[in-house]
């Protein structure tokens, strides 16, 4: 078993209180936590302002790129230590988490680092009534002390999604992850250690509601960035209003996969299967509502059962598991009481119930599920589930398909598949959501591509120029060329200076 400790002003830390840790796949204690309170989290926040307000916020855009990369370099030199102890962490099966759990996140801290440049200049144009009088500038500067929240779903990914551009664009951070997932974030401030990243820089704080609202509340934090559940995301906002702090918040969805008449079959259904049933259906911007027209419902009936009966699930080390646990077994009895909800309300169970023989006694598994004949306001199609449940709804009319699809408070990610690309592309037009696929799902660029939802799904950006930006505050600065004061309008105020 093991401790984990806080990571504050470059240095680990112990605390008081401690929160227990269990494999998903067994159920098996594996760590203990601390459960920080408020003396841990000034500490953090103070080491975060010194930071700050020491050379790291002057350093330029490309040194801070630098450090990005020596985090990644540092961070893939544990590259196979540290897929064997996310396994094990978050259940992530083992085909799964060396490219999503691991590689990933090492992607894009140097995808990060190469956006540099965005901020290596200050945008500038002249005055428009006449050139010569002066010139305008904008630049970009850090918004100070960034508290970060991360989820227990992609632990490093949604560290590095946060901590990256928070640091390239000259803000320091406390991070506060979940405690069920302490793994990836253990060794992200591992790699500040070893790629020689100024204290303070990056501080980690363990713990639960204690540790989050005190964080929230800080008079010296700036900038609150969070991932996870809509009705914590809403907390965050209204406790964030009452020192005026800036927001980023990415939260749930209920995104559709909306199938149009001439889709390909065996794409969307693949397709589909992979965004909802992936990581055992722990994704925000996983696709689970299938929206099938009546004239190919029962088509895509048969193939989802065929396709869906041969999901394996199974303990994350094995690598024959298409899918591992989910996280906890109060995640566990969520999923099981949507679905029997789901039942009771006249869906139809096509794939799911009974897991399969073997499986350990302690593992939080649920079978891969695909309820069918449901209609929108079904609770396992209008709630998020956050497991490995796929909902299956028939429609007549396109535009009936898209007032389905938009019929949710989330706004979060959708797909549309068919073959006529220039009517998938109007339908997908008009789904209500930040990031929307045709004809795939579950692709991103953080390089290039912002993910902002709509709703409830969120509040601001993440990812992208706008997503940097997000970590920026901007300064209009103007500069006056000329020395010529009668022609300014300081006559108004003085037409008797001469």
Known sequence: MRTFNNFVDGAWVKAEGVIEVDDPSTGELIGLVPDAGQAEVDAAVAAARRAFDGPWSRLTPADRADALRRLASALESRFDELIDEMIVDTGATARFCPMLQVGSPLAHLRDFAEMAPLLAEPESFPLDTNPSF???????????????????????????????????????????????????PDALAQAAIDADLPPGVINVIHGDRTAGQALVAHPDVDLVSFTGST??????????????????????????????????????????LFSSMMHAGQACVATT???????????????????????????????ESDIGPVISEAARARVEKIVAASLEAGGRMLVGGELPAGLPEGGHYVAPTVLVDLDNANPAASEEIF????????????EEAIAIANDTPYGLAAAVWGTDLVEARRVARQIRAGLTWVNDAAVADVKRTPLSGRGMSGVGAENGKDGLFAYTKVRSLYTALDNNLDARAYGVVGSEWD
């Open 134 to 184: 002066g010139q305008w500038e904008l630049h970009r500067e850090p918004v100070g002390v960034v508290a970060a929240f991360t989820p227990y779903n992609f632990p490093l990914f949604m560290c590095v999604w946060k901590i990256a551009p928070a640091l390239l664009a000259g803000n320091t951070v406390v991070l506060k992850p979940s405690p069920l997932t302490p793994v990836g």
């Open 387 to 398: 497991g490995p449940v796929l909902s299956v709804i028939r429609y007549s009319t396109v």
């Open 231 to 272: 009705a914590v995301g809403a907390q965050i906002m209204a406790a964030a209003a009452a020192t005026t702090k800036e927001v980023i918040l990415e939260l749930g969805g209920k995104s559709p996969a909306l199938i149009l008449p001439d889709a390909d079959a065996e794409a969307a259904v693949r397709g589909t």
């Open 289 to 319: 509502r299938m929206l099938v027209p009546d004239s190919r419902y029962d088509e895509f009936v048969a193939l989802l059962e065929e396709r869906g009966k041969v999901i394996k699930v199974g303990p994350a080390a094995d690598y």
